[in-house]
Every structure is written in C-alpha cells, then in structure tokens.
C-alpha cells in the first residue's frame, strides 16, 4: 500500500505544478487537482486501515442501542463508557433500519468525513480569501492547495479508516469555521454543539468560536445579535443532551473520563508536553506553514478596507483554534493512541489558515492598479504548488517511517485481531448471561455479542471501578470487586495471543479460579483463562469443542518427598 500511496501523490503533485495556470484559471481543471487529493487522501487512509480497540467499545454500544436495549455496554448496566455520544448514535442508526455490520458503517463513515473534511477545506480558504475582496475573481487555486496539504495530514489520514469519531469532529469543526464566514451564527452553534456531542474537547471550539464572535460584535465586525443567535443554536441541543445523560447515567462527568488515572497536575503536563512535542518534531513543516500565517496576516499597505480585516480575523480563528486544541492536549497529559490522535485536527487547520492567509496577503498586497492581472501573477508563483506537494511528501514520509504511524498503528491492528478471534470463540461456545472479564474488553467485547457480560477490569465500562478504584498511576483497577462483587466465570488476563503457555495465576485470581491453556490450531499461539472452579469442568468441555482451539492442560508439578 506504500507503493499505491507514494504514486497516487506522484500523480498529484506531477499535475498540480506542471498545470498550476490553468488551475489558477479553469474550473475544470481544479476538479481534476481536487479529485486527485481525493484519491490521495483515499490512498493515504488505506495506508494505515487500523481499527483500535477503543473503537469497539463505541460500536458494542450502538449494537445495544440498535437492538433495543438503549446506550448501554451490558443489558441493565447504565454506564457512559464512550466519549462520542453522536458518532454512536449515527452508528445506531444504519445497524436499526438496514441490519448493516457496526464497524463495517464506522470505517465507510470515517473514510467519507475525512475526504469531506479535504473538500471543505478547499471550500473554506476560497471562501475566507473571497471575503477579502467580494467583487472580485477570487484566488481559487489556493483552496486547492489547502486540500492537497490536508489530503497529506497524516494524523488524519491514520484516523480516517479507524472507526472512531475523529473524522466526524474535524469534518464538523471545518464546517462551523465555514458557516462563520458565510455569516450562519445560528447554524453554527448548531454544529459546534453537534462537535462537542461528538468529542470531548469541542468544547474548545465552542468557546473560541463563542469569544470570537462576541469580539467581532463589540469591534462591528459581525451582527451584535450574533453570539446570541449562536448560543442559542448551541444551547437548544446541548441542554437537552446534557439533561438526558445526566439523568440516564447518573452523572456529569463521563465514565470513559473518570476512569482515567489521577497522576497530579506536574506529571500530568509532562506527559502532555512530551506528548506535543513529539507532535511538533513529526509535523515542524505544517508549524512553519503555520507560524508564516500570523506574519502574512500582520503586513499592511494603508488602511485595511473592511471585507479584508473580516478575512484576517477568520484566519486568526482558525490559527486560536488550532492553539486551543493543542493546550488542551497539553493540559490533558496526551493520549494513549498511537499517531497524535488528539492532535489530528491541528494540521488542517494550519493547513486553511496557511492557504487563506496568503490569499488575504496577495489581495492586501495588491490593492493598487496593476498592468499584470492578480490570477496570473499567483499563476507565475509556482513556488505554492511544490511547497505544499513537498509538505505533503514529509507527512507522507513521517506517516512511513515513524515509530508512532504506520508501525504503532500495525502493531495495534495485530493486537485487536487477536482479541476480536477470541471475543468470537468465546461468543460463540459460552453461554448466554455469562460474565466475562477482560483487561482489553473493546474488540473482545464487540465479538462476543451482547449475549455475554463483559467487565472491563480497568473501569471504562464500569461505574465502580472508575469513580472508586485505586490507581496505579496508569490504570484504576479494583480485582477484589471484579473477583467477589462481579463474579466472571471466564477472566482473560492478556491482551491477545501469548506465545507459550502459561500456568501461574495471576494473585487477584487464585484460589476461586483455576488456569485454562488453550492452543490455536495450527499455530504456538496460546489463549491463556482463568476459569471459576466450580464451572471449570463444563467451560474447558464447551470452549474446548472448537476444532480452532484445543485445551492443553498443564503438566502436574512433582516434588519430591
């Protein structure tokens, strides 16, 4: 897929230098630049084609409430473990009408609001660059090269085919920056209420976007009723959504945050800043596109007429935005997944603010006569084109060879095959109503079928290990109420296949259960299980009665007399 990826962007970046006037001049032929960073970003996503765990827990979640036992992990067990209330719900709803598969819907999904996420951010720069200049031509081509810069975000790109909400948030952040310039306040605060129903932090979008507005107000930039009319079409769906999960849950506070480790503010921000850090090294070529935005921004020939201060401001917005997010992740000590997951909105947006600050520089540059038309000395720079291919050709190289892409993402993808082949041999031989544990429940779980009770021992999914269980510094846990309050007849202690058997137990388990070693047939990869005693007997007969996996007793230990 390397190979696919690396030509497709040959063929992108061949075109859009070698035609660069005429993208700059005909229509039809910034559809074909477009298309191609389509089929880029396209090729891009395939790349990497990973599907964490941590999606699985949202999909088990729309499989309940597709088939009528409401947002739930376990039947009757009231638990908000997932942290994108509308991406699960969009799940829920093909699954309920047509009967489609969860997961197979959340990665078509993903890979379409990622290639929408690319459209709108050619949309986006050519309409912040028109504001600039209302009556005239425009500078279309640079919307172009924002979607080639985007296209090549790989962030993005590893989260575009995973399943999860990511792709869906940035397509909505890019949309609500949209409709700000189109002057849709109202509409506006419907979408960034939709992005914080979607994750966690948009609540930095709308609170940015809230503040910008009101300043735009107070300087006459904006209608005075605007924040209002944004508020409002925030608040009428996040009230009610808040009402409910507060109400059907029990609390404010997600369980998927509670059960996040309580480290102190010191070590928590040094995991961030390594965190960002680590991001900042991968992406320095979209940080400089974004560092020469402001400078762009801050050059003045005379007074600036207003439609050109208007523009300025929307491209401050995006750069605060951009800064938002990543303090966020700052204060937040990073995330767990691999590629700078909670990060991947940041390249597009510097991305938009790096093209459209351009546009605004070249109109603001250029506010006098000139013999020579606008279009064509933006045609003659052909310096744009192979910058913004050389850019995407670094991201694609850093999504290639850097620890944290393509080989994390691999290596994870192995891990959760693993887990899905024994959540699926375990839903199909166990019994229904029984109770499961599992340190990595999500694709296990998923698997499995909402026949079995699964308890996430870390918490995620549990009420009381995430709001009282101790922690470790890296995970809550509390094994004493999972082994005597929870009771599961089967607990599977790895996170995948181990490569020998195993015949200790682990000391939380030992006494009420006994260890099961199972060989998958064929291969020395071992399912290891801790089996209750007093079920022992009949599990290893149904689980053993899978020809893909064969039960391999322990040998008796000898000792001498």
Do not use: K
């Not at 904006?222 to 996040?238: Q, S």
């Not at 929870?486 to 996170?495: D, E, F, H, K």
Request: some cysteine; glycine content about 10%; hydrophobic content about 55%.
């Amino acid at each position: 897929m390397e190979y696919v990826t690396t030509v497709v962007w040959l063929a992108l970046a061949a075109f859009v230098v070698v035609a660069w006037r005429q993208v700059n001049t005909r229509a039809g032929w910034r559809a074909v630049a477009v298309l191609l960073a389509l089929g880029f970003s396209a090729a891009h996503q395939f790349l990497f084609a990973t599907v964490p765990g941590e999606a699985y827990v949202t999909f088990r979640y729309a499989e309940q409430l597709a088939g009528g036992a409401g947002p739930v992990f376990n039947h009757g067990e009231r638990v908000e473990g997932y942290a994108d209330f509308l991406w699960m719900a969009v799940l829920a709803v093909p699954r309920a009408l047509f009967g489609t598969e969860v997961a197979a819907t959340a990665v078509t999904l993903g890979v379409l609001c990622t290639l929408g996420t690319v459209l709108l951010a050619y949309f986006v720069t050519n309409r912040i660059v028109r504001i600039a200049e209302p009556a005239g031509p425009g500078l279309p081509a640079l919307g172009v090269l924002a979607a080639v810069l985007t296209a090549g975000a790989g962030s993005l790109a590893a989260y575009g085919a995973s399943g999860l909400g990511t792709p869906l948030f940035l397509l909505l952040v890019l949309a609500v920056c949209g409709l700000l310039a189109a002057r849709r306040p109202v509409v506006a605060g419907v979408f960034a209420a939709f992005a914080m129903m979607t994750r966690p932090e948009g609540a930095v979008l709308a609170i940015v976007v809230g503040g910008w507005l009101l300043l735009a107000a107070l300087r006459r930039r904006e209608n005075g009723w605007a924040p209002a009319g944004y508020a409002l079409g925030a608040l009428v769906l996040v009230v009610p959504w808040t009402a409910w999960r507060v109400t059907y849950y029990g609390y404010l506070l997600p369980n998927a945050v509670a059960a996040r480790t309580e480290q102190g503010f010191g070590g928590q921000l040094a995991d961030g800043w390594h965190y960002l850090s680590s991001f900042a090294v991968a992406y320095q070529a979209f940080l400089l596109l974004g560092a020469a935005a402001p400078a762009a921004l801050r050059y003045r020939r005379g007074a600036p007429a207003e439609p050109v201060t208007r523009a300025r401001s929307l491209v401050w917005l995006l750069l605060v935005l951009a800064a938002g997010f990543a303090g966020l992740t700052l204060l937040a000590g990073g995330g767990e997944l691999p590629a700078w997951r909670l990060l991947a909105v940041v390249p597009p947006l510097l991305a938009v603010a790096a093209a459209a600050a351009y546009g605004v520089f070249v109109l603001a540059a250029a506010s006098g006569p000139s013999p020579v038309p606008r279009e064509l000395r933006l045609a003659g720079r052909r310096v744009l084109p192979v910058v913004a291919v050389g850019v995407c050709a670094l991201s694609l190289l850093v999504s290639i060879t850097h620890p944290r892409m393509l080989s994390a993402l691999h290596a994870l993808r192995d891990d959760t095959r693993e887990l899905a082949e024994i959540g699926a041999w375990l839903g199909e031989r166990l019994p229904a109503a029984t109770v499961v544990s599992a340190y990595a429940s999500g694709a296990l779980a998923y698997e499995a079928g909402t026949q079995l009770i699964v308890v996430d021992v870390r918490g995620r999914t549990d009420e009381h290990i995430a709001r009282d269980g101790e922690s470790d510094g890296e995970t809550r846990t509390d094994y004493d109420y999972v082994v005597n309050v929870r009771r599961p007849a089967v607990a599977v202690p790895a996170a995948g296949y181990t490569q020998r058997q195993r015949c200790g137990a682990d000391p939380a388990y030992a006494g009420l259960y006994e260890v099961a070693n199972f060989q998958r047939a064929g291969t020395d990869e071992w399912v290891l299980l801790y089996l209750r005693r007093n079920r022992a007997a009949s599990l290893i007969e149904a689980l053993g009665a899978d020809p893909a996996f064969a039960y391999r007793p322990c040998a008796p230990q000898h000792t001498r007399p």
